[in-house]
């Protein structure tokens, strides 16, 4: 949703803007392109391959890159001198780059080591998850992030089968779910794995807390713009806009979230589930 993103964002000449999500710079190269010489990016990810692939596509003065995550905006801007900002953009979610990348564990048909991490310097992964989670605790990551409704024959099927060996690989665990759960359009382990990736990486943790510094940040008049792509996102943006609007913070820029056009999801079948919603500080 890239034209989208950037007509609401709206970015003028001269504006500071963050991108809180860069990945490999498909919005922030659009950004560039209308805040003229004196504007500055700031681009945020976790992903430091990310980061390097984005420092090459990016040769530009007015970029700033740094590791982080959402959490981490408001100590990153400050150590930059930068107290406030025109707008900002999240583009939530796991990245093409990531899924691509076997060696990364995100993807269902990967021979690779459960990893799942976005931030490759954490030690904690989707290994230590499935192996090392009580059977209570994985029904409830199932059932509460992945909103799975056989969250409890999964997680009872994942602890016997661990009892013999480790579950080391994403496709020995996708097979395990999938001799188990039989669905229609979607791969049977979808839902777990967003599940895993999601407790992995703290994802809704660092939604909210980035939400929460995002209006502290954000100038009078400023936008913030998010696109989500499943509902346990979307769910969170949409309250948190919803509650800064009852306050008089901020008012949101249309009811309904937008959602890509026919042309897009033919082209990009990912794309399909995205929501972005914005909203202007008061």
Not at 70 to 79: G, H, P, Q, T
Not at 86 to 104: A, H, N, T, W, Y
Not at 111 to 130: C, I, K
């Amino acid at each position: 949703m890239l034209k989208e993103a950037i007509e609401v964002l709206n970015p003028v000449l001269g504006g500071i803007y963050v991108d809180a999500t860069i990945g490999t710079g498909g919005h922030s190269e659009e950004i560039l392109k209308f805040i003229g010489s004196d504007g500055r990016l700031i681009g945020i990810d976790r992903d430091i391959e990310a980061l390097k692939i984005t420092s090459d596509r990016l040769k530009d003065k007015r970029v700033i890159l740094k590791k982080g995550n959402f959490s981490d905006m408001e100590n990153i801007l400050s150590k930059e001198g930068i107290s406030e900002v025109d707008g900002i953009l999240f583009d939530l979610g796991v990245s093409i780059l990531q899924i691509k990348r076997p060696e990364r564990g995100f993807s269902f048909n990967s021979d690779m080591s459960l990893d799942m991490r976005m931030d490759q310097e954490q030690t904690f992964s989707a290994w230590d998850v499935v192996n090392r989670y009580s059977e209570k605790e994985l029904e409830r990551i199932f059932k509460e992030l992945g909103e799975e409704r056989f969250s409890k024959r999964i997680a009872r099927v994942i602890v016997r089968y661990r009892t013999k060996k480790t579950i080391d690989t994403c496709s020995e665990l996708s097979k395990i779910v999938d001799r188990y759960v039989k669905r229609g359009k979607i791969h049977p382990a979808t839902k777990v794995f967003q599940a895993l990736r999601i407790e992995v990486n703290r994802e809704l943790d660092e939604l909210k807390a980035g939400l929460d510094a995002s209006l502290r940040i954000l100038k009078k008049a400023g936008r913030l713009c998010v696109i989500s792509y499943h509902s346990l996102e979307d769910r969170i943006v949409k309250h948190f806009i919803s509650d800064c609007s009852k306050k008089g913070l901020m008012k949101r820029l249309f009811k309904k979230p937008l959602i890509p056009g026919s042309d897009e999801k033919r082209v990009n079948p990912s794309s399909r589930s995205a929501r972005l919603r914005a909203a202007e500080k008061i």
